[in-house]
């Protein structure tokens, strides 16, 4: 994504059980080609992903663009990227990240489904750290496609470019649609 250390599977291939299971959650309350709603998706549901989960809403402002507030996030989540809620990320995130967040969240909106995203976390000083995000919309309480799902798991077990070898070998193995945006896309962020 624009040579940010970024990558987005719309294939879903998660490699944390947790994030798969909750594309099974996000579909199992959507209706048919739709948008789950935010109060379909229980608790009970989400069970021990709460601590790894956010809430963003997009909020629109008066140039035709939009702003993210971060509605809750997660105790794990808070630990690597510090605890944002209620803020708006644009006010919160240094502006140099500022793009790669607002064309993750934008993402979700346009694909109207849910979005792997594999990235190096550049937040707090912690740029060693390779993330992996499940991000989904989800409809608000008065029907409005206003808010993203969101999860991820940090691991510095990997460096980002032994990341982004692993996901090329991946995209290569398996033979899906997407394969070649991915792997282009997964070309330009190695470099």
Partial sequence: MEGWPCCCDAGLDFRRRELSQLV?????????????????????????????????????????????????????????????????????????????????????????????????SDSLNKNYIVAEYFEAPLLSEDGTADLVLAAGHHSAEKTWTENCIREIASAVAVQTPLENSRLVSLRTTVR
């Fill in 24 to 120: 099974l959650v996000w579909r199992r309350n959507a209706p048919l080609h739709g948008i789950p709603n935010r109060t379909d998706i229980t608790h009970r549901e989400l069970g021990s992903l709460l601590a790894s989960l956010a809430i963003y809403q997009r909020i629109p402002v008066g140039d035709g663009g939009f702003r993210y507030r971060v509605r809750m996030i997660g105790s794990l989540l808070a630990q690597t990227l510090g605890d944002l809620t209620g803020q708006f990320i644009d006010e919160s995130v240094p502006a140099r990240f500022l793009p790669r967040w607002q064309a993750t969240l934008d993402a979700c909106f346009a694909a109207r489904a849910p979005l792997r995203f594999v990235t190096r």
